[in-house]
Every structure is written in structure tokens, then in C-alpha cells.
């Protein structure tokens, strides 16, 4: 198993470019998500999908879009970046609960380090 | 609402010292607590959990964590600490109603030779 992949690693935009981060999964996880690192708050989440065709806001969503065609693959969109928006973005999977919540165990990717200039 | 606090944002020991990484929450429900390890450049990887079973919880690597309801807290200890063991760690909380993980702001561990 792979287990979470991200892609990119990096990337540098530009104020305005749009882009896609890739999330991808081979554990048959019902809940992704999307979270933001930066320094000194911690991990802060963005989106997440408790199956595909099920997506939800995290904490701080503005910005971002999400959509989950497939239980394998869940991408982030910046449809306009902004400065604001350079952080480290990390994708996490996990089973679901019955309430529809992440099991105990999540497991995280590698993360890809964005800056917007 | 949950929320969690890690009060140092920075500790530093010597290798063979002990460990000692201290987190207080808050819930308004039986809460679950975790503690990740993150190492430079790499992603998040579970270090422990409590979920109302045994309040002192063995994680990997010879980390250990006590759940003290009274205290509100989750401390995360380690007997003697080892050089692989600089990294950041962060306290996480999930409420039992299947809500979203809420990381503390993180809390990184320097070990000197």
C-alpha cells in the first residue's frame, strides 16, 4: 500500500493562478480531509468527505473548493490564490464512525509546501 | 466546543533525560486525545491515543500519556529521551459525537547531545 499521496511536493503561484493540489488514498477510507499548516496554530482543517459525493467545511474553508468523485481521490482547489493562502497543506484518511467522523487513526500524507508570491 | 492548549511551544532536554510535553483540553463531551509526532519535513504519525479505556495510554517509541479529567490534561512523557526523538508534537482532541480532530498549536522537542 501506498497509503496518502500528495502531489506536488512543492509548488510557487502567483496572486490570482489557480491550481489543484492532489490527495490520493489506496486504503478504501471512507473520510479525507484537508488541512492547513502554519506556524504556530497548529493543524487547521479546511474540508472533508465522508464518502464520495459527500463533501463538508472544515474550519477555515474560504478559498478552497473540494469534490469527491471517487472513495481513492479527493483534490483541493485554489481557484484565485492569495498570499495568504502560502502554507503547508496536508491530506489525511481514515475509516468512518458511524456518526459519520474520522475513526480514531488517521493518516496523514506527506504534505505540499505552497507559496504564493 | 473542544479546544486544546500545548503550553510550552518550545522544550529542550538532554539525550537520557526525561520528557515532559504538556497539553490541557477542553470538551463538552467524553473527549478522545491523541498525540502526533511530526519530524522535520515529513508528515504526521501517531504517537498515542486515549479513548475512556486505561487513563495512562503506551504509545510507540516509549512515549507514554495520562488522561487526568480533574487536571483537564494530557501530558506526554518519555522516560529518557533520544536524539531521533527531535521533532514536532502536537496534542489533538475529537469529540465522541464523530466531530473533526482540533490540533493544538504544536510543541517542538530539541534534544541536545
Known amino acids: 500500500n501506498a497509503g496518502v499521496t500528495q502531489t506536488p511536493k512543492f509548488q510557487v503561484l502567483k496572486t490570482g493562478q489557480s491550481m489543484t493540489l492532489q490527495c490520493a488514498q489506496d486504503?478504501?477510507?471512507?473520510?479525507m480531509s484537508w488541512y492547513r499548516q502554519d506556524p504556530g496554530m497548529g493543524l487547521r482543517l479546511i474540508h472533508y468527505?465522508?464518502?464520495?459525493?459527500?463533501?463538508d467545511q472544515g474550519e477555515v474553508p474560504n478559498g478552497y473548493n473540494v469534490s469527491r468523485s471517487t472513495t481513492e481521490d479527493f483534490p483541493l482547489r485554489l481557484l484565485s490564490a492569495a498570499p495568504s493562502q502560502t502554507s503547508v497543506y496536508f491530506c489525511?484518511?481514515?475509516?468512518?464512525?458511524?456518526?459519520?467522523?474520522?475513526?480514531?487513526?488517521?493518516?496523514f500524507g506527506p504534505g505540499t509546501r505552497l507559496t504564493v508570491l | 466546543a473542544q479546544s486544546v492548549t500545548q503550553l510550552d511551544s518550545h522544550v529542550s532536554v538532554s539525550e537520557g533525560t526525561p520528557v515532559l510535553l504538556r497539553c490541557n483540553y477542553s470538551s463538552s463531551y467524553s473527549p478522545s486525545l491523541f498525540w502526533y509526532v511530526q519530524h522535520p519535513n515529513k508528515g504526521l504519525q501517531l504517537l498515542l491515543k486515549y479513548t475512556s479505556a486505561a487513563t495512562l495510554v503506551k504509545g510507540i517509541n516509549g512515549f507514554e500519556a495520562e488522561f487526568k479529567k480533574s487536571e483537564t490534561s494530557f501530558h506526554l512523557t518519555k522516560p529518557s529521551a533520544h536524539m531521533s526523538d527531535a521533532a514536532e508534537y502536537f496534542c489533538?482532541?475529537?469529540?465522541?459525537?464523530?466531530?473533526?480532530?482540533?490540533f493544538g498549536q504544536g510543541t517542538e522537542l530539541s534534544v541536545k547531545p
Open positions: 486504503m478504501n477510507h471512507e473520510y
Open positions: 489533538v482532541v475529537s469529540d465522541r459525537q464523530g466531530g473533526k480532530l482540533i
Open positions: 489525511a484518511s481514515s475509516y468512518s464512525n458511524p456518526r459519520g467522523g474520522p475513526t480514531d487513526t488517521q493518516y
Open positions: 468527505s465522508v464518502g464520495a459525493g459527500i463533501t
